[in-house]
């Protein structure tokens, strides 16, 4: 089955600079990686995602990358701010005879600093 | 649209109880899945579901049973309850055509 890794497992940086958190999966069939963003008590939220026919994707000051060939995808944050600061778990999607199911990393915590 | 729902939100269980959590959804999504939130393990899979009458096992499904009997509702059983149980547990729902998942606000359970 499908496998994802994330890295790092903490990121610390100053507002205004960027933030860049790096998965690798396993599963060449795997064809859906979703980003989410995970506030203090609340459940995950999507804030972008990027299909395996697409080489980047850019929503204002989120991006996400994939790699392909290396099986690999990162969310790129720029201009950071004190609102970011959240935990960020990468997904990838995955396929068995019964369906689809989303496998997710181990979760970044960021912590941007004002 | 309410999205996804889940009660409880907190629970505290002693050692061997069984209890149910509720999951529903309004989007009429096929998909639904249950998740588990431990500290520096992320979200692993439970039991998922590609639509009603159909349930398939996740990563880690030892110790809960799952049904599908409508569209909307999803729930996760716990048949004896164990302290190792005790986490966060999330439901999702999703439809085919994006698969953009959506996630319910989490239900905290303690296993004592």
């Known amino acids: 089955g499908e496998n994802v890794e994330q890295h790092p497992s903490t990121l610390s940086v100053q507002e205004g600079d960027s933030a860049v958190i790096k998965c690798t999966y396993s599963d060449s069939a795997s064809n859906y990686f979703p980003w989410y963003k995970q506030e203090l008590g609340k459940g995950p939220q999507l804030i972008i995602d990027i299909r395996s026919n697409v080489g980047e994707k850019k929503d204002q000051r989120i991006a996400v990358t994939l790699n392909k060939t290396a099986k690999h995808f990162s969310l790129h944050i720029t201009e950071t701010q004190p609102e970011d600061s959240a935990v960020y778990f990468c997904?990838?999607?995955?396929?068995?005879?019964?369906?689809?199911?989303?496998?997710f990393g181990k979760g970044t915590t960021l912590s941007v600093s004002s | 649209n309410a999205g996804v729902t889940q009660t409880p939100k907190f629970q505290v269980l002693k050692t061997g109880q069984s209890m149910t959590l509720q999951c529903a959804q309004d989007?009429?999504?096929?998909?639904m899945s249950w998740y588990r939130q431990d500290p520096g393990m992320g979200l692993r899979l439970i039991h998922y579901s590609v639509g009603a009458g159909i349930t398939d096992q996740g990563e880690v499904p030892n110790g809960y049973n799952v049904s599908r009997s409508t569209t909307e509702d999803f729930p996760l059983r716990l048949l004896s309850a164990a302290p190792s149980q005790t986490s966060v547990y999330f439901c999702?729902?999703?439809?085919?055509?994006?698969?953009?998942?959506?996630f319910g606000p989490g239900t905290r359970l303690t296993v004592l």
């Open positions: 989007m009429n999504h096929e998909y």
């Open positions: 997904a990838a999607k995955g396929w068995n005879q019964a369906g689809t199911a989303l496998i």
């Open positions: 999702a729902s999703s439809s085919t055509s994006t698969g953009e998942q959506f």
